[in-house]
């Protein structure tokens, strides 16, 4: 199993080469150079398995000979073990012909941990087995590191180091980060905004006397293992409704574009799904883009869904690649466009994605109206995130086909909005319940790269 970058510029790699490197070196996302294809008969017979299980069949053909059988098998279940639901994936029904996916059972409520989670397993089998090391450093707005610090806490063959504005994460995303007692995590509460924890991050990569000091590596959304592991549960959820014999559509809350990229890898590999819907906030270039072809960068506007707040949206290349017939050079000449503000995507490559993917958005007001209405009608205490994709998922419901959107964080994560909309304050779940009885753990520092290059330095002990 080969991986290309997206910019046909960079070596194809095997998997763990693909996962541990992220970025390719031309600036491009790595893809699998085909996709492996599960029969309607291979589909069938995952009905009643539990959710490792299927986990195992759909992502094994992906993994090559970078694990042997019985060693993903247990990577997977020490993956899953911590999470608060024996399904893993669990769905509920909203209302006829329409479903949530809750993907928020895992460790930090967030559905990266599905993600995180597995990738921290490979990481520390795939370092090991090469008697190797590494530094990861990540930046966040909240979750993507809570669910890192979360992954890698206590393994031998990684230190994690997580950048997050300080004073603009909500106090469980924080505490999530510095409560963890391991001394391989290090929570770094920078002084700036989200933007200038992502600066220094790319100032470390580029800064490649420091890069190879401390090994660095990144576990950011464009890291193929997690794209891998979130195809997985448009699986589980597909097959609980009928599927392959009958069809599922999808509604996913929408950011960096890698959840519903997952949806869209499922579907290439032989899945029935009917339409893949993007859902997004009012940041919304990417319902702009399939609505008119045009991808136009603007500014963020904070929302009360701040995970899906984003200015270009990293995942969506590999859409693109694929739109353009998987034309490397077309890619990277739209990348460099970007740079300059935007680009129009062809007619064709327009209407290639529009066979995929369909999109909707929701403002502020109607996603605090979606978490009042869900509560009052459909029994159901929906997060910002979720509610964004249960509103534009009722605007694609179809008698004949089942809807699942996709619900991407627990609402204990996002109270004020959720208690704004809902009069409630949701309880973190029992097995979390001292969160905020925890010592914290955190260094404060300025935003600064030779500041915080020496840090680091000095925690793994260089
Ligand atoms: C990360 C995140 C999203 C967006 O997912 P993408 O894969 O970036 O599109 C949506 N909701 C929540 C709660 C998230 O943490």
Known sequence: MKYVSTRGQAPALGFEETMLSGLARDGGLYVPETIPQMS????????????????????RPFVGDAFDDATFMRLIENAYASFGHAARAPLVQLAPGHFLAELFHGPTLAFKDFAMQLIGQMFEEALKRRGDRVTIVGATSGDTGSAAIEA???????????LYPHGRVSEVQRRQMTTPTEANVHAIALDGHFDDCQARLKD????????????LAGVNSINWGRVLAQVVYFFTSA????????????TVPTGNFGDIFAGYIAK?????????VVATNQNDILHRCLSTGDYLTD????SISPSMDIQVSSNFERALFDAYGRDGAAIAQLMDELKAGGFHVSQGALEKLREDFTSGRASEVETLAMITRAHATMGELLCPHSAIGVHVAERHLDPAVPMVTLATAHPAKFPDAVEQAS????????????LFDRPERVTRAANDLTELETLIKERIAL
């Open 239 to 250: 097959v609980a409704l009928g599927a392959p014999d009958r069809r599922v559509s999808f």
């Open 152 to 162: 890698f806490r206590g393994l031998d063959a990684v230190d994690v180091f997580i």
């Open 423 to 434: 009069g409630l304050r949701p309880p973190l779940p029992e097995r979390m319940a001292d």
């Open 204 to 215: 470390m990569f580029n800064h490649f006397e420091f890069r190879d000091a401390v090994r």
């Open 268 to 276: 290439r590999m032989g899945l029935p799904i009917d339409k893949l």
């Open 299 to 302: 500014s963020v506007a904070p």
């Open 40 to 59: 309607h008969a291979d589909i069938r017979a995952l009905h009643g398995l539990p959710y490792e299980e299927v986990a195992y069949r759909v992502m």
